[in-house]
């Protein structure tokens, strides 16, 4: 059965079991909606990014971090030359 079949279906009912239906599918909706899940203070991410709540991520982040103030890492700077070869895989 089609969505249109469905409302045309539901508007022929009595306006009461309308209301019926109509409420049955909102509470449905409200109970499988996601529960909005509350930010960890520790989580850098501005959006609350769930992914860096993962201590195995934050580590690779610290790692990271670490390494650039050792200056145990190169920076790039965009060229070029770098440009053509990253376009190739975008």
């Known amino acids: 059965m089609t969505t249109t079949?469905?409302?045309k279906a539901?508007?022929?009912?009595p306006t009461q079991e309308r209301m019926k239906i109509i409420e049955q599918v909102?509470?449905?909706?409200?109970?499988?909606?996601p529960k909005k899940?509350?930010?960890?203070?520790d989580n850098p991410s501005p959006s609350g990014d769930p992914w860096f709540d993962d201590p195995r991520n934050m580590a690779i982040v610290m790692e990271g971090i670490k390494?650039?103030?050792e200056e145990k890492c190169v920076s790039v700077e965009e060229s070029p030359v770098l440009s053509a070869i990253f376009s190739k895989y975008s």
């Open 5 to 7: 079949a469905i409302l």
């Open 10 to 13: 539901i508007n022929a009912l």
């Open 26 to 33: 909102i509470h449905t909706i409200r109970l499988e909606m």
């Open 37 to 41: 899940r509350k930010k960890n203070p």
């Open 67 to 69: 390494s650039a103030k």
